[in-house]
């Protein structure tokens, strides 16, 4: 889903790449630019360094301020080339395909009676992920089962999560 840090007026707002098919390694740390100007960085090297003295350093502005070492350039080319992509396909278009995916499987696996489906009912608030256990097993008994079979979860204590 398309996300707006300003209307939702979020501190810091975190993903993973991979999530939306960029290559594994890279993802984004947005935070407000009053906060991150506030903080300082873990870890030195680079051009984060703006000025060296004998006694002290001064740090590069934003966003180079955090940006230690060599940085994973073929990652942030595919993380582009996946924003790319879902923009030209489109969110209304992936929200359509994704609701009506959704509603097939939970009206699927509602007619299982050995399964407990935790679901919001609201469906304007429920993401792509389907929570649920199988009655009288172990969520990682049923992660390996599932596994096994090609079919890929994650597996807490007392849920499995589909993906």
Do not use: W
């Amino acid at each position: 889903m398309k996300i707006d840090v300003q209307e939702l007026d979020c501190d810091f707002l975190v993903f993973s790449g991979h999530k939306m098919l960029a290559p594994l390694g890279i993802g984004v740390l947005y935070g407000k630019r009053e906060i991150l100007n506030k903080m300082t960085p873990f870890l030195m090297g680079g051009d984060m360094i703006e000025y060296v003295y004998e006694q002290e350093a001064t740090f590069a502005p934003l966003p180079n301020k955090f940006e230690a070492g060599t940085q994973n350039i073929e990652g942030v080319i595919g993380l582009g080339a996946a924003i790319d992509y879902i923009e030209q396909i489109g969110y209304d278009q992936i929200q359509t395909i994704e609701k009506e995916i959704l509603t097939y499987a939970k009206e699927q696996l509602s007619k299982l009676d050995f399964l407990e489906l935790y679901l919001t009912s609201n469906e304007n608030h429920h993401s792509s992920v389907i929570s649920f256990n199988i009655k009288g097993v172990h969520p990682h008994d049923v992660a390996s089962i599932l596994d096994a079979n090609g079919v890929c979860i994650r597996s807490r204590k007392p849920l499995c999560t589909a993906h």
